[in-house]
Antibody
Framework: QVTLKESGPGILQPSHTLSLTCSFS??????????VSWIRQPSGKGLEWLAT???????YNNTSLKSRLTVSKDTSNNQAFLKVTSVDTADTATYYC??????????????WGQGTLVTVSS | DIQMTQSPSFLSASVGDRVTINCKPS??????LNWYQQKLGEAPKLLIY???SLQTGIPSRFSGSGSGTDFTLTISSLQPEDVATYFC?????????FGAGTKLELK
């Protein structure tokens, strides 16, 4: 059974760096084809894919956030991480971590964490 | 980036109605389109993947169709528990992009 859970600061100030952790079970990020993606959703709005970290350590980032994103993983502890630098109020959103498979035939984004609300405010 | 135009934005229907939601990508995405349901305060749930494959555990009243640049999600007989917002997602090319959502309510 695949489960994921996000954890983060809840609130942080503009210009600071957001650090989020995804703790998961039911799969391994050392297995070929596995990945963890980060997707965010401002309150009452749509979904935006941010980044994916793959089993081989390669990241895919959404270039709309330029170079503000960093994704990484700790395979031995079944965790993935997202850092967003220089946050502002537009980064206020619920952030989800999502199980991802490289195989195109597999159901994509089938397992989601519960989400963690991040508020950027001074 | 591929833009996903989803329609309608809001939909009001009665229990038992047939409901259709449409998604039009800005370019050909073959069959690499998924549909998600999101209830208030919850994470999205996968309903349909690769245009027409029903995810395990999802009721058969949900179905998907289409390819290329025109896709449809159909609920054959609306149930009260289907009140939610529905999103499409293209995963043909990075960055993966979502439609803006369709909010479905009961009439």
């Amino acid at each position: 059974q695949v489960t994921l859970k996000e954890s983060g600061p809840g609130i942080l100030q503009p210009s600071h760096t957001l650090s989020l952790t995804c703790s998961f079970s039911g799969f391994s990020l050392s297995t070929y084809g596995m990945g963890v993606s980060w997707i965010r959703q401002p309150s009452g709005k749509g979904l935006e894919w941010l980044a994916t970290i793959w089993w081989n350590g390669n990241p895919y980032n959404n270039t709309s956030l330029k170079s503000r994103l960093t994704v990484s993983k700790d395979t031995s502890n079944n965790q993935a991480f997202l850092k967003v630098t220089s946050v502002d109020t537009a980064d206020t959103a619920t952030y989800y971590c999502v199980h991802t498979e490289f195989t195109i035939a597999a159901p994509l984004f089938a397992y989601w964490g519960q989400g963690t609300l991040v508020t950027v405010s001074s | 980036d591929i833009q996903m135009t989803q329609s309608p934005s809001f939909l009001s229907a009665s229990v038992g109605d047939r409901v259709t939601i449409n998604c039009k990508p800005s370019q050909n995405i073959n069959r690499y389109l998924n549909w998600y349901q999101q209830k208030l305060g919850e994470a999205p749930k996968l309903l349909i993947y690769n245009a027409n494959s029903l995810q395990t555990g999802i009721p058969s009243r949900f179905s998907g169709s289409g390819s290329g640049t025109d896709f449809t999600l159909t609920i054959s007989s609306l149930q009260p528990e289907d009140v939610a917002t529905y999103f499409c997602l293209q995963h043909n090319s990075w960055p993966y992009t979502f439609g803006a959502g369709t909010k479905l309510e009961l009439k």
